[in-house]
């Protein structure tokens, strides 16, 4: 028989992401900095607060919208950390942020609507658009130091365009947007008809001061904010996240995620509240201090990088070698058993950089770039 698939699945690419990781097994000393995973557990609050909830049996098809008294907590972490207010119905808890992103661009794309990704771009954003027959169009932040230009967004924007994603601090390249960028979105904004998915995955691993989009309250109804607890609360496989915008989107939103995943579990649910109010300055300490010292090691032995504010990368600039960036990688991880990302799987803009995750320990953050910096530089 001849399995006839849907040919829009048939065309979406395994990420590269993956892809690459996937090679790393090659051998067993590999020191690996590829995926953005905390490496910590989950804090014992937040695990204790799962197992009070299986206790209660609070194990029933939960609510597709996601609990109230969650859907307090996360108004109450809002109104704290951004000073936004949201209301009950203009929140939607997900399957991550990825469930999250999913149910954003589920609740406003029609079929040939375009959506502005910028480049070098997180890497889940193309397949989701093209998911919902929408098409990415791209604009490289590449020439302006990864920060946006309001000339190549207008360029880009046409009658079909329905939102942009932005991704602030960044993956790859942990930049933050400056007030520039965040003046140029408001400016687009105030002058076409369109939404602005604002994917805050890492606002919690921010090094440096930093402002963030959705706390300026004016542009609330064209901001969808798109949250969660993965990252700053070492939750990566709990699997839980929110969705934040006008409640029409999120009554749009509710209906992916009714049919998509039928809820979150409420043990989760219950266990995110705990998260939501959980001490993790240690993590961001660590974090920073990782940071900090591959920073050092790139400076001292003169290899250009982009400097990371936030969250738990760095782009490192392997143009010296000569090498693409897939390339490089491989050799690296053959000849130096050091896994990175290659900087094309972000963008072909992005060919000449790959991207270490700072996520890893400290010594194997020291050792790996030690290791990857005497490969680009011809040591043995
Ligand atoms: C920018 C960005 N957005 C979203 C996600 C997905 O996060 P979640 O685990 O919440 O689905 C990631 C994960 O790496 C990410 O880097």
Known sequence: MRIKLNHNLEQLEISGIRLFNSQTTAYDDVI???????????????????????????????????????????IAYEKRINQVDYAMDEILITQGATGAIFAALGSILNPGDEVILFQPTYVAYQPAVEFYHGKPVFVDTTPNQFQLDYEAIKKAITPKTKAMIVNSPNNPTGVI????????????????????????????????????????????????????????????????????????????????????AAGIPLFIQDAAEVALNTNVDSMKVFYKQNRDDVVKLLQEHHVPFVYPQGAFYIFINISAKGLDSWTFATQLLHEKHVAVIPGVVFSQHSDHYIRISLAASNQECIEGVTRLIHFLQGQA
């Open 32 to 74: 690996k900095l590829t995926i953005g995973e905390p490496k910590f557990a989950t804090p014992e609050p937040i695990k204790d607060a799962l197992k009070a909830s299986l206790d209660k049996n609070r194990t029933f098809y939960p609510s597709f919208a996601g609990s109230d008294t969650l859907k307090k907590e996360i």
């Open 177 to 260: 947007y400056n007030e520039d960028s965040l003046n140029i979105i408001k400016r687009v904004l105030d002058e076409h008809d369109l939404f602005v998915i604002s994917d805050d995955v890492y606002a919690q691993l921010v090094y440096d001061n930093a402002t963030f989009l959705n706390q300026d309250s004016d542009y609330k109804d064209k901001i969808i904010l798109t949250q969660s607890l993965s990252k700053p609360y070492a939750m990566t496989g709990w699997r839980i996240g929110y969705l934040c915008a006008h409640k029409d989107i999120i009554k749009s939103a509710h209906k992916v995620q009714q049919y998509a």
